[in-house]
C-alpha cells in the first residue's frame, strides 16, 4: 500500500462498485423489485429524517453500506427489532434478496437505498445514526483502483458526522492490505477512536455477529477476516 496517495483524485467521481446486476432476476424476483422496493426505498432528494422513515417508532436508526445478499442486516434486524435499519446496496441481485427475507418475514423496520452510499451520507442529519456497518467492501486490489475504495478521508468525514456521540462504525475484511488502508485513514479522521485494546478485539467477530457467506467462502480458503470497531468522540 502506499499511503503517498491522496484521496483527492478525479477517480474518486467514480463509483465505489463495480456490476450493478448479475445473473438474470426470476419472475418474482422481477415482481418485488417493482413492487416492493418503491414501497421501501428512501426518497430520492431532500433532507432525511431517519425516524420518520419507517412506520413506527423506532429506538435508534443504523446505516449497513453494501449489504450484499442482505445476511447480516437481516440478523441485526431480527435481533434489534426497536431499530431501524437502512441497506445501502447498488447490486439489484442482493437487493432482490433482502427484499424476499423482509417480505416473507414482514420485517418493517428496513429500508433500502440501491444506489451509491455517497449519494445518501449528505443527507443525513448530525449524529442522527447509531451505527454504521461496512463489511467485506470491494477491495479494488490493483493499485489503479484504490481510489473506488469506499473508505476515503471523505467517507470517513461524513460517516463521524452521521454518527452520534459514543455510536460505532464497524468494518470488517479478509484483506490486510484494506485493513491497512482503512487503519491509516481513521487516523486521520479526529472524530473516530479505535477501540482496539488488544488483539482480540480485531481477530474476534463482535459479539451478535451472524457471519455471512463470503465470509464462511474466504474463511475456507484461509483468508483470516479482521474486524475494526472504531466509536465517535
Known amino acids: 500500500m502506499d499511503d503517498h496517495d491522496t484521496d483527492a483524485s478525479p477517480e474518486r467521481a467514480r463509483a465505489f462498485y463495480g456490476r450493478r446486476k448479475g445473473k438474470r432476476l426470476r419472475p418474482g424476483q422481477e415482481e418485488r423489485l417493482a413492487d416492493l422496493l418503491p414501497r421501501l426505498r428512501l426518497p430520492e432528494t431532500g433532507r432525511l429524517d431517519p425516524a420518520a422513515l419507517f412506520p413506527r417508532p423506532v429506538a435508534a436508526t443504523w446505516l449497513e453500506i453494501g449489504f450484499g445478499g442482505g445476511e447480516h442486516l437481516a440478523a441485526q434486524a431480527r435481533l434489534n427489532p426497536e431499530t431501524g435499519i437502512i441497506g445501502c446496496e447498488p447490486f439489484v441481485n442482493g437487493v432482490v434478496k433482502l427484499l424476499r427475507t423482509v417480505d416473507d418475514e414482514e420485517i418493517d423496520t428496513v429500508r433500502f437505498w440501491d444506489r451509491d452510499a455517497m449519494e445518501l451520507l449528505p443527507r443525513l442529519p448530525d449524529a442522527s445514526i447509531g451505527r454504521?456497518?461496512?463489511?467485506?467492501?470491494?477491495?479494488?486490489?490493483?493499485?489503479?483502483?484504490?481510489?473506488?475504495?469506499?473508505?476515503?478521508?471523505?467517507s470517513l468525514s461524513e460517516i463521524a458526522r452521521v454518527l452520534q456521540p459514543g455510536g460505532e462504525f464497524r468494518f470488517a475484511s479478509d484483506i490486510d492490505d484494506y485493513v491497512g488502508w482503512t487503519l491509516v485513514r481513521a487516523a486521520r479522521c479526529p472524530a473516530l477512536r479505535w477501540t482496539a485494546a488488544r488483539a482480540a478485539d480485531w481477530t474476534t467477530p463482535w459479539p451478535e455477529w451472524p457471519g455471512t457467506r463470503y465470509e464462511a467462502k474466504t474463511t475456507a480458503e484461509g483468508r483470516r477476516p479482521t474486524y475494526l470497531t472504531f466509536r465517535r468522540v
Request: zero cysteines.
Open 132 to 154: 454504521v456497518f461496512l463489511l467485506y467492501p470491494d477491495p479494488w486490489p490493483k493499485r489503479r483502483q484504490r481510489k473506488r475504495r469506499f473508505v476515503s478521508d471523505d
